[in-house]
């Protein structure tokens, strides 16, 4: 019974450096987004995913990619990381697919990968 | 544009109101609420739609006003389990994203 499980929970970085976040889910769901929550900021949309193949801009996209390699998983990469994405990350996935999903689809939730970039 | 969530924080005993809201510049179609305690994920608690259909935690009780572009989460009886911050996340239909308030913290002493 996982859900959405995010790997590596904590990660240390030096500015320039790259690095790969990984979100898997056992689902079966069809959407998947990744967000990143901040201090007084609340969860940003960074990336998400309708489907298989298929990826879309959220709020705050700047220096990050994505790639949705199956159903089953959603990598989130920052290229060459700055002291600006220290943040939490969150994967999380919907049963439903946009626009459904934005609409009345219950997100659920990874534990969060807290990411530091010195 | 991000909802305005209030209050940014509140204290209660065990037992007593409270009362989160949320609010729009621009027209709802649907209104989510979660809840994250510290260092947890977010958990759903509750989706209200434009028109009066509902759907979420029995125990969770929320109102939907479409013309004031506002939803309000009522927590009564609180208990300690209730703590922890409470995030509104609205849709105005332009996309199929929600779009996040910053939270209200919600904390119950004995």
């Known amino acids: 019974n996982a859900g959405v499980t995010q790997t590596p929970k904590f990660q240390v970085l030096k500015t320039g450096q790259s690095m790969t976040l990984q979100c898997a889910q056992d689902?079966?769901?069809?959407?998947m987004y990744w967000y990143r929550q901040d201090p007084g900021m609340g969860l940003r949309l960074i990336y998400y995913s309708a489907s298989e193949g298929t990826t879309d801009k959220g709020e705050v996209p700047n220096g990050y990619n994505v790639s949705r390699l199956n159903k089953r998983e959603f990598s989130l990469r920052l290229e060459s990381a700055a002291p600006s994405q220290t943040s939490v990350y969150f994967c999380?996935?919907?049963?439903?697919?946009?626009?459904?999903?934005?609409?009345?689809?219950?997100?659920?939730f990874g534990e969060g990968s807290r990411l530091t970039v010195l | 544009q991000q909802p305005v969530q209030s209050p940014q924080a509140v204290i209660l005993r065990e037992g007593e109101d409270a009362v989160i809201n949320c609010s729009s510049s621009k027209a709802l179609y649907s209104v989510h609420w979660y809840r994250q305690k510290h260092g947890e994920a977010p958990v759903f608690l509750m989706i209200l739609l434009k028109g009066g259909e509902q759907k979420g935690h029995e125990k969770i009780s929320a109102s939907f006003n479409e013309k004031k572009q506002q939803s309000s989460l009522y927590l009564t009886a609180s208990q300690l389990s209730y703590s922890g911050t409470y995030f509104c996340?609205?849709?105005?239909?332009?996309?199929?994203?929600?779009?996040f308030g910053t939270g209200t913290r919600l904390q119950v002493t004995l």
């Open positions: 999380a996935s919907s049963e439903l697919p946009p626009p459904i999903s934005g609409l009345r689809g219950e997100l659920f």
């Open positions: 996340g609205t849709n105005t239909g332009t996309a199929s994203k929600l779009t």
């Open positions: 689902m079966n769901h069809n959407s």
